[in-house]
C-alpha cells in the first residue's frame, strides 16, 4: 500500500466540515437561536484573551501555593513559603496565556449557545430552519477561523493550502453593537402585536 507523503487540504472545504455542526445545530434552533448564539461568540472573542491575561497572576499564585500547602503540610509558615518559590509558575509563556484564553471563549460560546436554546427555542417552520442554517454557516465560519490557528499545529505531512483568499474579521464594538441592534430589530419584528380595541359604540 502507498502512502503519499504530503495530504494537501483546502482550507475552505476544512472550515466547512468543521462548520457542519453549527450549520446543523443553526437549522435545528433557527435564526433567533443563531443570533444569540453569534453574539455571545463574538463577545467571547473580545473578552477572552484581556480575562486571560488578568487572570494569570491569580492562576499562578493559587497553584503554586496549593502545591506548596500539599507538599509542606501543616508545617512553619517560613517552610511553606520556602517550597512555594520552589515551584514553577503553571502559565509562564504567551503559548498557555493564549490557550487559556482560547478555553475562556469556548466556555462564554457554549453559554451563549445554551442560553440562545433556552430564549429562542426551536424553529417554528422550515424556513427559519433554512436562515438558521445561514446564519451557523456564518457563526461556525468565525468560529472556526478563530479557534483553528489556536488550537493546532498541524504535523509535516498535512499540508493546508489556501486556493482563496479569505476575508479576516476584525471583532470590535461596532459588531457588536450592529449584531445587537439586528437582534433587537428582529426581536420587535417577531413579537406579537397587540389584538386591536374594540370602536367605542356610538
Not at 467571547?44 to 496549593?66: H, Y
Amino acid at each position: 500500500m502507498i502512502v503519499p507523503s504530503t495530504i494537501t487540504i483546502e482550507e475552505l472545504p476544512l472550515i466547512l466540515l468543521l462548520s457542519a455542526p453549527i450549520i446543523l445545530w443553526g437549522f435545528r434552533h433557527g435564526l433567533d437561536a443563531i443570533l444569540i448564539a453569534v453574539i455571545g461568540s463574538l463577545a467571547g472573542m473580545v473578552v477572552a484573551d484581556p480575562i486571560a491575561a488578568a487572570m494569570v497572576t491569580f492562576i499562578n499564585i493559587s497553584w503554586r501555593l496549593g502545591r506548596a500547602v500539599l507538599a509542606v503540610g501543616f508545617e512553619p509558615i517560613e517552610k511553606t513559603a520556602a517550597q512555594y518559590r520552589e515551584i514553577e509558575l503553571l502559565i509562564q509563556t504567551p503559548e498557555q496565556i493564549k490557550l487559556l484564553g482560547t478555553i475562556i471563549f469556548a466556555i462564554i460560546a457554549f453559554v451563549a449557545f445554551r442560553i440562545a436554546v433556552k430564549r429562542a427555542g426551536g424553529r417554528k417552520n422550515i424556513l427559519e430552519g433554512i436562515f438558521g442554517a445561514i446564519g451557523g454557516l456564518v457563526t461556525g465560519y468565525i468560529v472556526v477561523t478563530f479557534l483553528l490557528p489556536r488550537l493546532f499545529e498541524l504535523p509535516t505531512t498535512v499540508r493546508i493550502t489556501e486556493t482563496t483568499q479569505l476575508p479576516v474579521f476584525n471583532i470590535d464594538a461596532n459588531v457588536a453593537v450592529l449584531l445587537a441592534l439586528v437582534v433587537i430589530v428582529f426581536g420587535v419584528m417577531r413579537s406579537p402585536k397587540p389584538p386591536p380595541k374594540d370602536k367605542e359604540k356610538k
